[in-house]
Nanobody, 121 residues
């Protein structure tokens, strides 16, 4: 299973950017999917998660500005970043939780490779 993240780049404060992440390979099911970020010199932190049923959760720092969504048919997760701030600049990583390649298989978590978001005017 591989996760491919895309959509990063330069965005102005107050602008918008949409990140995408698609899982490929032998996939029977994925439980939750999420986005994390890591800024230089800081630990990786959770940004948002979404369950297979569509329930979402957000870090307090992005509530009301970022929106996570998911397309279960495409095994994809998205992060709509509205009104980003300079402190949102980081490498963003997607994660798939409890991935099974068969209904009886043990679940495994997978990470994407990261996509860089720069927030600057």
């Amino acid at each position: 299973v591989q996760l491919q993240a895309s959509g990063g780049g330069l965005v102005q404060p107050g602008g918008s950017l949409r990140l995408s992440c698609a899982a490929s390979g032998s996939i029977f099911s994925i439980n939750a999917m999420g986005w994390y970020r890591q800024a230089p010199g800081k630990q990786r932190e959770l940004v948002a998660t979404i369950t297979s049923g569509g329930r979402t959760s957000y870090a307090d720092s992005v509530k009301g500005r970022f929106t996570i969504s998911r397309d279960n048919a495409k095994n994809a997760v998205y992060l709509q970043m509205d009104s980003p701030k300079p402190e949102d600049a980081a490498v963003y990583y997607c994660k798939a939780y409890d991935v099974r390649d068969q209904w009886y298989a043990a679940p495994t978590d997978y990470w994407g490779q990261g996509t860089l978001v720069t927030v600057s005017s």
